[in-house]
């Protein structure tokens, strides 16, 4: 892995060995698109920007996703999904600005070389601009392609005054301080590299870890993931200072990539806890592998700079934790350990003395293998001076993490410097008098080598910070074990914010903040939450919080904000204030799964493969991920809200479970498992009573499961609710780990009964299972034939029954109904009626696809694993589609009636993908296998598509004029979320605001406060095309969901603010907006002379209905 041809350089010119750089990747610089405003809002159809995933499309992985058990935490599944991005910006964009610091030994002060790396479409070009205060200066550059190493540049792109080195390398001089370097485009390559070369005398300087990367093209993560394997598990010759460099060289490229930066995270730690060893057939020298980890830590502080509030500065804060300062004087070291042997009398080489073999050992390792386990025999040897015993020697490695084995594995040097060390392994002899100069080494290590110990990093901080944040140090450190002193810490790192945060970051500030944030961690483990009482516990959640929105920031500060307004109110424990403390706390929850979930499910993976491939024991990799996460801020908050929990519930008179569907009692034989993966597209012959930890919201509920128990929280009115009232299934949420932890555990056949409060019971059942008999599909359903012919785009002027589904006709039914309130509104739409995909298939221009899509249909046989494959060739067939001839002007004049924005239909390109999109569900898993469940021909549904434009909801509702639980039909029961209605109906993990009213006297019971972390925000004025098959909306058959409904351009996922949201404040303005929904509902249910479930959304004073379907 050898990258560029310039000499060997080694000694006095400090510069790291050839062989020891790496390939690097290039930076991802992701699109940014703020949020316009638009005009209807489908309240059930909107969902978050990160990919086309479909329902049934690749169902398992989705799913999963779902029920947060793979896939990153921020990643939510929906049935709705955006077509395209919204566009980023154009111009001149800057990927890399940075300053690196040179240091040259013929110099009195250091110099300096600046870098900034641009990109500017309207020219075409990449650019590099360079700039340096050193005289006399080149770079020594190449192309660079991070997996074969330099290559020669075209001549084109060779600057005057350049000489050529080698078939790979040319020199070229600052020319007034200056380099400019310009590439177009489309003959970029994947990075210049360089370092820089000063003429008379001849020195040599490398750029943060090794070669200066100036990174022109993105890079996939997984191969910074295949590099490190590769590395780790095939190198002959590979160390600690090749490892480093790998950091410092990828970090960059992966700055936009949780995937990434989670591998670099992953090897960090796989160094820190001694997983890989110090090296492999390799040697390097102390002020290399220092400049090196100066390198790491320096990039670590500025990404952690350069992103705030991002997900970069969680990971950086976590690798810069694993990782020593740097810099200091790494010569010293060697030079030390050489000084005390001298004036001690011990042997050394052929010069004689006392012979004691650890000095001898270790002054080899000092020599050849310098790293930051140094410190620790360091420790381990002065309390050996100082005690006369070998076990403390020995019992403070192992403590420490050396073990034997490890200590065994030290050495491996080649070359001029192979000492010939094989290992670490004798005991040291007992000579006080060298006490005080390996105190000293010690000291000098650190200055290489420390990082985590919060007196040192003190130290090394305080020269550079203001006296005020220095005297609140030197308080922390004199009085570290005092009970009060977390809030010291917490007044300190808030004042070590803006140095973290300035522009090119600030590494010891950084390091000095994570070593604050490890103490705060020490002293709150000697608490013991659980024996204080509630008002104690909740002011401490509110100091733990605030030292997670230090660290990670973010939405974080969100949250705290929200916490410490609850906490600030009065009549705390009250039962209203419980009900808003409880909703916060679900908050906090929320946002701490989230992000522990996306660290599990990036980093698990990840040391499995690494440490499959170089054959770590099982036991360290089993929970890898788990002791990552218990190591981290995060874990005490987890703590003190399970602390919370049950005496916010107490205060609000909550019990432990709460009713989904109403269905009183079920019988069945226990079946616990994850999530609802596992068993989609399942039948049982017996009734079973699933126990499930995770539900997403997009799952089935196979025949035979009679009851659904969850952890998770589901909004009564999503779509897996209705479906499993549909079905007759007893669905309830269990929010007391306890309880449901034992439910877990529970196994035979068992009774489930909903008690006079709500509260369930779960009993062991002297009957058998029962054969199946709920939950079973309805069989019986007959779809409306197809008519022939037509146009291929209506307006909503010629919507029928015999041309569209019920969505389509029902909202035409209400646009002309009289009697309803001012404030209501629907809205305008198109549509492509029944028949019309048939007709695109029969095009002469899609004849290939029509004969694929008819070959891979016949081949579907009912196996449930071969014809997901089968389904999902269907659907990216459906996908190659051409618009038939006249299709393009027929949506162009309906859209035009409908008084759509122009701008909105002009690319007809994308709203054909997005037509196209909903077309294609028609072959999803679940709409195949619930078609088939209900005996219903693929043949006979028809898809039709609803088009409307996009109104930008403040909230969405979703409202049943029937209460769905109890049955009242004098009551209604509705829930509302902030933003657009996907993360309602898609049960998003949270709660909605969910409410009942009574239709005569209008009094209203808010049930549960909205707690839900993310909403969706439309990113741009857009069109939305929803499913409108003739198998929706039927009688005894709601099919909530079965097919998609795609943006043209996605929506946006933010974090809920609920700080500044009256939703959960204000219950003036709760009533008020929960009153006027009462008034949709009856004037809807009147109109349409049935019990409806209407979905909508609300904009200022106006309520807009964008769906209602006859309730199930």
């Known amino acids: 892995f050898c990258r560029h041809p310039r000499p060997l350089l080694r000694g006095s010119r400090g510069m790291l060995k050839t062989a020891a750089r790496c390939g690097a990747l290039v930076t991802i610089f992701a699109a940014t698109m703020a949020p316009v405003s638009g005009a209807v809002s489908p309240a059930t159809t909107l969902a978050p920007g990160i990919g086309k995933i479909q329902s049934g499309q690749f169902a398992s992985l989705q799913l999963r996703r779902a029920a947060g058990s793979q896939g990153p935490a921020q990643e939510s599944v929906m049935r709705l999904k955006g077509g395209k991005k919204a566009q980023p910006a154009v111009g001149r964009v800057v990927l890399d600005k940075y300053t690196h610091e040179i240091k040259s030994k013929n110099m009195d002060k250091p110099g300096f070389a600046k870098v900034e790396v641009t990109k500017d479409a309207s020219t075409g070009k990449l650019e590099c601009f360079l700039e340096t205060d050193m005289a006399g200066l080149w ?93 780790e598990s095939k190198s002959t010759h590979w160390t600690i200072l090749n490892r480093m460099s790998l950091v410092v060289e990828n970090l960059k490229p992966v700055a936009e990539s949780p995937g990434g930066l989670a591998w670099l995270y992953t090897i960090l730690r796989f160094n820190f806890i001694k997983l890989v060893p110090l090296s492999i057939g390799g040697n390097y020298q102390s002020k290399d592998l220092a400049h090196c980890q100066k390198g790491v830590s320096t990039s670590l502080s500025a990404l952690y700079a350069k992103y705030p509030g991002g997900f970069q500065q969680m990971w950086s804060r976590m690798m810069i934790a694993l990782v020593p300062r740097g810099g200091g004087n790494g010569d010293a070291i060697r030079l030390e350990i050489l000084d005390i042997m001298r004036r001690h009398g011990i042997k050394e080489g052929h010069r004689p003395g006392i012979e004691d073999k650890f000095i001898e050992e270790w002054h080899q390792k000092l020599h050849t293998n310098c790293a930051p386990d140094d410190i620790v025999i360091a420790e381990a040897y002065i309390k050996f001076l100082q005690s006369g015993n070998k076990d403390d020697y020995w019992g403070h490695l192992k403590a420490k993490g050396l073990s034997w084995e490890y200590m065994c594995s030290i050495g491996g040097g080649k070359g001029s410097a192979n000492s ?52 609140l140090l030197t308080e922390i450190q004199q009085n570290r074990h005092e009970w009060w002193v977390t809030s010291k810490i917490i007044e300190a790192r808030s004042k070590l914010r803006s140095y973290c945060e300035q522009p090119d970051g600030h590494r010891d500030a950084l390091m ?30 509110s100091t733990v ?22 906490r600030d109110m009065g009549d705390r424990w009250s039962p209203q204030w419980a009900a808003i403390a409880k909703a916060t706390t679900e908050r906090a929850s929320l946002a701490l799964q989230a992000a522990m979930d996306q660290i599990h499910t990036l980093v698990q993976p990840k040391a499995r493969e690494l440490g499959t491939a170089i054959g770590t024991d099982e036991s360290y990799l089993a929970n890898f991920a788990e002791e990552t996460i218990r190591g981290l801020p995060t874990f005490h908050l987890s703590q003190i809200l399970a602390c919370i929990d049950p005496e916010i519930r107490k205060a609000g008179n909550m019990g432990a479970w709460e009713q989904v569907t109403g269905v009183p009692s079920a019988t069945g034989e226990v079946a616990t498992m994850d999530d609802l993966v596992g068993i989609q597209g399942k039948s049982f012959d017996t009734n079973q009573v699933v126990i499930v930890k995770n539900l997403g919201g997009i799952e089935d509920i196979p025949a035979g499961v009679v009851a659904v128990l969850s952890h998770s929280a589901v909004d009564v009115l999503s779509h897996i609710a209705i479906r499993a009232r549909n079905q007759g299934v007893l669905m309830a949420t269990c929010h007391d780990e306890g309880v449901f932890n034992a439910l877990m555990a529970t196994s035979g ?15 062991a059942s002297t009957a058998a299972a029962g054969a199946s008999s709920k939950g079973k599909a309805v069989t019986n359903i007959k779809l409306k034939p197809i008519p022939a012919g037509g146009a291929m785009v209506v307006s909503d002027a010629a919507f029928s029954e015999t041309i569209l589904g019920g969505k389509s006709n029902n909202l035409q039914v209400l646009r002309k109904a009289t009697g309803l309130p001012s404030f209501l509104k629907f809205p305008s739409s198109v549509a492509l009626p029944f028949g019309t995909c048939e007709k695109a298939l029969a095009d002469p221009a899609n004849s290939e696809v029509k004969s694929e899509v008819d070959g891979l249909v ?26 038939p001839a006249g299709m393009e002007k027929e949506l162009e004049a309906a859209c035009a009636a409908a008084k759509f924005d122009a701008d909105l239909f002009s690319h007809f390109e994308d709203c054909f993908d997005a037509i196209k999109q909903v077309w294609a569900s028609k072959w999803t898993d679940r709409a195949f296998f619930s078609r088939k469940a209900c005996g219903v021909p693929d043949a006979s549904l028809s898809m039709a598509v609803l088009g409307q434009q996009v109104v930008a909801a403040e909230y969405a509702f979703v409202l049943h004029t029937t209460n769905p639980i109890s049955g009242a039909t004098d009551e209604m029961m509705g829930e509302v979320v902030v933003g657009l209605g996907e993360s309602l109906v898609g049960n998003y993990p949270g709660r909605a605001l969910t409410f009942t009213i009574n239709k005569a006297s209008g009094a209203v019971t808010v049930l549960r406060l909205p707690s839900k972390r993310q909403c969706l925000k439309l990113a741009e004025d857009t069109l939305i095309f929803r499913s409108d098959s003739n198998g929706e909306d039927l009688e005894g058959f709601a099919g909530a969901g079965l097919y998609e409904s795609i943006l043209v351009t996605e929506a946006n996922t933010v974090e809920t603010d609920y700080e500044k949201s009256p939703l959960l404040f204000d219950e003036s303005f709760r009533k008020a907006l929960i009153s006027k929904l009462a008034e949709v509902g009856k004037a809807v249910e009147g109109a349409m002379g049935s019990a409806q479930d209407i979905e909508g959304c609300v904009v200022g004073e106006d309520v807009t209905v964008v769906q209602t379907r006859p309730q199930v």
């Open 139 to 231: 770079i020594h550059w190449g192309f660079a392609k991070r997996d074969s190493g330099w290559f020669a540049p075209p001549a084109q792109y060779i600057p005057d005054g350049s000489k050529k080195i080698d078939d790979k390398a040319h020199q070229t001089p600052f020319n007034g301080g200056k380099i400019h370097l310009s590439v177009d485009m489309a003959d970029a390559p994947e990075a210049i590299a360089f370092v820089l070369k000063k003429d008379s005398p001849e020195e040599w300087f490398n750029g943060p870890g090794g070669d200066f990367w100036v990174a022109f093209k993105p890079a996939d993560p997984s191969g910074v993931g295949q590099t490190i394997v590769d590395r």
């Open 420 to 471: 010939g060390l094989k290992g670490m392994t004798a005991s040291p002899m007992h000579l006080p008098q060298l006490t005080d100069d390996i105190k000293h080494l010690k000291w000098t290590l650190m200055q290489v080598h420390g990082g985590a110990d919060i007196d040192f990093m003190i130290y090394k901080a305080k020269d550079g910070l203001s006296a005020d944040i220095v005297g």
């Open 512 to 541: 000095l903040d994570v070593a604050l944030e490890g103490w705060f961690g020490v002293q709150l483990s000697k608490s013991k939450f659980g024996e204080m009482d509630r008002d104690a516990q909740f002011d401490l959640a």
């Open 545 to 566: 919080l605030h030292n997670v929105a230090l660290s990670y920031g973010g939405e974080w500060w969100k949250v705290l904000s929200l916490f410490n307004k609850v």
């Open 749 to 763: 056949v068992v009774d489930v009964k909903v008690d006079a409060r709500g509260q369930i019971e779960v009993t």
């Open 858 to 883: 016949a081949k579907l046989s009912g196996d449930a694993i071969k014809d997901s494959v089968t389904l999902a060739e269907i659907r990216e067939a459906m996908l190659n589609l051409e618009a």
